[in-house]
């Protein structure tokens, strides 16, 4: 059991998709619907910090517009994240990736690819804009956005204005926090939800609880139409562990 999450059979997918992994082979990398990322007319990403590459895999794949929001992050945020790395001379990896990102910002976020610097969550001065007025801004009738959500537990809080927006989602990926504490608003949600689930992995920077619920997962969500029957294995052979030191965590659902 020291390996093994489980979670509620409310979080099982409905069934077997063409899953795709975007993004690195590490932590910020996603397993999402092929076919809702060639459906997206735009991209939405809340929560960037200084790793984009789910947004440039994305891209590569459909080439739409990006609107990404992340009030923790700047050109200066990623040069003090440069020089803290260069103090901690031995972790090279950090060292190499924020040299990378320093180097990249500019260049990705340019034309049609735009970064906000807010936070998500309330339409609060002066740098809180709410998920609805993202919406209401950059999503013109008719669009399909495909939304990746990662803001470290405010999620909770942007939950109603999801389910308002849904029918306008090509796809969805979104990262839950602090799961034991808000498992009952989880599955309120997922309820409620006209898309179904369609992949679930577990955060192994995060710990398990004693009952062994996993404390952070990402879950994907897609039109429950598209799946079809087929055996199903948590991890999937294209998951990779967030912490590549850890093994992934085994999934039991219950």
């Known amino acids: ?3 093994q999450a489980v979670l509620g059979q409310f979080l099982r997918p409905v069934g077997k998709f063409d899953l795709v992994r975007l993004g690195s082979d590490g932590d910020g990398g996603y397993l999402v619907v092929k076919q809702d990322v060639e459906n997206a007319d735009i991209l939405i990403s809340l ?5 984009w590459s789910f947004e ?20 200066y945020d990623l040069f003090k994240m440069l020089i803290k790395s260069l103090l901690q001379f031995f972790k090279l990896k950090r060292l190499f990736h924020s040299i990378f990102a320093l180097s990249t910002y500019n260049l990705f976020f340019s034309g049609s690819k735009r970064h ?4 998500v969550g309330y339409d609060k001065k002066p740098n809180f804009v709410s998920l ?3 919406f209401d801004k950059h999503v013109v009738a008719d669009q ?3 939304l ?3 803001i470290e537990g405010w999620e909770y809080r942007i939950l109603d204005d999801l389910i308002a927006v849904a029918d306008g989602l090509s796809g969805l990926v979104i990262e839950f926090h602090d799961v034991d504490l808000h498992i009952d608003t989880i599955k309120r949600f997922v309820d409620k939800l006209p898309l179904g689930v369609a992949h679930v992995h577990c955060n192994n920077f995060a710990d398990v609880n004693p009952g062994h619920t996993p404390l952070v997962i990402e879950v994907t969500f897609s039109d429950p139409n598209g799946s079809s029957e087929g055996d199903l294995s948590f991890p999937h052979e294209l998951d990779a562990p967030n912490n590549v030191t850890k093994a992934d965590y085994q999934i039991a659902f219950k």
Not at 47 to 51: A, F, S, Y
């Open 116 to 119: 906000h610097k807010y936070f």
């Open 144 to 146: 399909r956005a495909f």
């Open 132 to 134: 609805k007025s993202i």
């Open 148 to 150: 990746k959500i990662d």
């Open 47 to 51: 929560g960037i910090c200084d790793d």
């Open 1 to 3: 059991m020291n390996n």
């Open 56 to 75: 440039d895999a994305f891209l590569k794949v459909n080439n739409v517009p990006l609107e990404a929001f992340d009030g923790s992050i700047s050109l």
